[in-house]
């Protein structure tokens, strides 16, 4: 079963409370998703530590219900 955008952004939030979450539908599909999530608490670290936090937050749905995420992450400007 597909995850919906609003499940999707739920997650990250909730998993990291400062983020800015933009959640698109890649492929009209429910199925192929990008995510940008710019977080305070990304700084500091490297793009890879960034993109483990969000996947932690999606609490293992990604390669589940989360076949595709396209994955931007940075700290505020």
Do not use: C, W
């Not at 952004?9 to 009209?28: H, K, N, S």
């Not at 609490?59 to 595709?68: C, D, P, R």
């Amino acid at each position: 079963m597909a995850m919906d955008a609003r499940e999707i952004e739920r997650l990250i939030r909730e998993g990291i409370p400062d983020a800015q979450v933009t959640i698109r539908d890649l492929a009209g599909d429910g199925e192929h998703y990008a995510a940008e999530v710019i977080a305070e608490s990304f700084r500091g670290k490297s793009r890879v530590q960034q993109h483990q936090m969000v996947y932690v937050a999606l609490q293992g749905n990604m390669g589940e219900a989360l076949h595709a995420l396209a994955l931007q992450t940075s700290a505020p400007d």
